[in-house]
């Protein structure tokens, strides 16, 4: 636990003193919302049947390319060899990469959702509907590319590749975080949408740490 | 023989659908097997002689 | 059993022997199943001739699925076993196994566009397959992605076991989907009734296509080992 937080909380200070990037990614979410709204139509009655679309593909398009870098300190630093070879356990230090990046990255996105919102037209009484899944969706989605970028770790075109990796992964996660917001649309039972994306996160949450841990001692022993 | 190649109207369908199965056979064995005789002839010739050819290794 | 073929140059020597055999199920079977599918057999009551793509299409199904599961299997024993074959026989199930998942799709819309009117629907099965293909893409990407090839081996292996579990669960999102957005109910699951008279065909095919494969398999496998071989003594060499 004590080694967790350590590493939260050293992921958190090296992301929020440098801002740049958490800002880029903002700015880049915003900007494909827009640029989605003007696409579809701003004035058209579809816009807010597939606005929840568009706020789902604006959030992974933002998230997925940086996740290439997730261990670049680390690694770069050496770091990573040291806790390969420490009797602490890998999948720890995953768990608070996660958490960090979640924290940093995500939660600027879940704020910025209101006005994006208001651009596609949704309901804002959908909006508690939206932070759930959205939220849900988002770590879910980290928890993805933390595999993918432990398997990528040094590979040629490592973005892409990353990026390749994680979307089918994220298909499901897609299907019932757009589905939830679907179904408050049109006043159905959000629940068992929320329920199966909770079930896929915890899939994920007990999954992926084990698998990237894994991942991670392979990509140090080969180089 | 005009019906078989119309195919009941269908033909385009079931020829297109038909000949990209043969010709990615048929391209994929042979591609295999020529690399895969080439290379065992190399193989063969480096018994026999004690030397190999470093500057033509085949590729995967 | 795994560890008596374990030893590549004992695997070696077994898979010669099943070349030949394999050679002529796959070319027996290819040739008649294509003259039963294209010529002989009859065409369809319903579908009329555009039938016959399903002698194409539905081996080509089975061996995307079925490959991909051998792959997943490879990559395990890979992984957890440190099984020296196994890395060698997912490199040599990728390659084959993505080709007919494309040819799957292929067949698949071009049998569906004159007989239910449409090229592609998002229902479970089809999205999976897409999915599925996807994911040898990507399984190559990543084995194939680093400067030194050994180095992809087991990343790719990790990725063909996570694509695994992931296959069904992507299967399950797409019909829960479906069953809110009240799909065409034309492509139930229970398809079509098969005619006698088209088993023979579509056996013909599946055994033809599914040897064609095995024996693809066992060439690339002994191409891998051989390149490796040749590689290592051209090494000794230039030492020497």
């Known amino acids: 636990m004590r080694f967790f937080l350590t590493c939260l909380a050293a992921d958190l200070r090296a992301s929020l003193t440098e801002p740049g990037d958490i800002l880029a990614q ?46 670049e300190a680390e690694a770069r630093s050496g770091w990573l060899d040291q806790l390969l070879v420490s009797p602490q356990p890998v999948w720890v230090f995953v768990l608070a990469k996660a958490a960090g990046y979640y924290i940093s990255h995500a939660v600027p996105l879940l704020l910025a959702s209101p006005l994006m919102m208001i651009w596609l037209t949704l309901p804002l009484a959908l909006l508690p509907v939206v932070l759930a899944s959205l939220g849900l969706g988002l770590a879910g989605l980290i928890l993805l590319g933390a595999l993918g970028a432990a398997l990528t770790l040094g590979a040629r075109r490592g973005a892409i590749l990353a990026a390749i990796l994680v979307l089918p992964l994220s298909v499901p996660l897609l299907i ?34 084990l698998a990237t841990g894994f991942a991670l001692r392979t990509a140090a022993e080969n180089g | 023989m005009a019906g078989f190649f119309a195919m009941g109207g269908y033909g385009a369908f079931v020829w297109t659908g038909w000949g990209l199965t043969l010709v990615f056979v048929l391209l994929l064995w042979l591609h295999t097997e020529t690399r895969l005789a080439k290379l065992q002839s190399q193989l063969q010739s480096q018994a026999e002689n004690g030397k190999t050819d470093a500057k033509n290794l085949p590729e995967a | 059993m795994f560890d008596y073929l374990a030893n590549p140059t004992r695997f ?24 039963l599918g294209l010529a002989s057999s009859p065409a369809d009551y319903q579908q009329g001739d555009a039938v016959r793509l399903m002698y194409v299409h539905v081996p080509s199904a089975w061996l995307a ?11 395990l024993f890979f992984i957890v076993w440190r099984h020296p074959l196994a890395d060698i026989a997912a490199r040599a199930i990728a390659p084959a196994g993505a080709g007919f998942a494309f040819l799957t799709l292929v067949t698949g819309a071009l049998w569906g566009a ?25 399984y190559l990407a990543l084995a194939n992605g680093f400067d030194r090839p050994e180095r992809g081996a087991r990343p790719a292996a990790i990725l063909a076991m996570v694509g695994v579990l992931n296959l069904p669960i992507v299967k399950f999102s797409v ?13 139930r699951s229970g398809g079509m009734a098969i005619d006698s008279a088209m088993l023979w065909p579509l056996f013909t095919m599946f055994a033809g296509l599914q040897a064609f494969f095995l024996l693809m398999v066992i060439q690339r496998m002994r191409l891998l080992l051989g390149q490796a071989r040749l590689a290592r003594l051209a090494d000794q060499q230039e030492a020497s």
């Open chain 1, 176 to 209: 019932f975080g757009v589905l939830a917001g679907q179904a408050a649309l049109s006043q159905a039972p959000v629940a068992p949408h929320l329920q199966l994306l909770a079930a896929a996160v915890l899939f994920l949450l007990v999954l992926m740490p």
């Open chain 3, 175 to 187: 019909d829960w989907w479906n069953t809110l957005h009240q799909p065409a109910s034309i492509l």
């Open chain 1, 26 to 71: 903002l700015g880049f979410f915003i900007m494909i919302t827009a640029l989605f709204v003007l696409a579809a139509g701003p004035e058209s009655d579809r816009l807010a049947l597939i606005g929840l679309a568009g706020l789902w593909m604006a959030a992974l398009a933002s998230m997925v390319p940086a996740f290439e870098r997730l261990y």
């Open chain 3, 12 to 35: 070696m020597r077994l898979a010669d022997y099943t070349v030949w055999p394999l050679r002529l199920i796959a070319a027996a079977g290819l040739l008649i199943g294509s003259w």
């Open chain 3, 114 to 138: 004159p007989i239910w009117g449409t090229w592609w629907v998002w229902d479970g099965r089809l999205t999976s397959m897409l999915v599925l293909f996807f994911f040898f893409i990507g």
């Open chain 3, 65 to 75: 699925l079925s490959s991909y599961l051998m792959l997943g299997l490879a990559s």
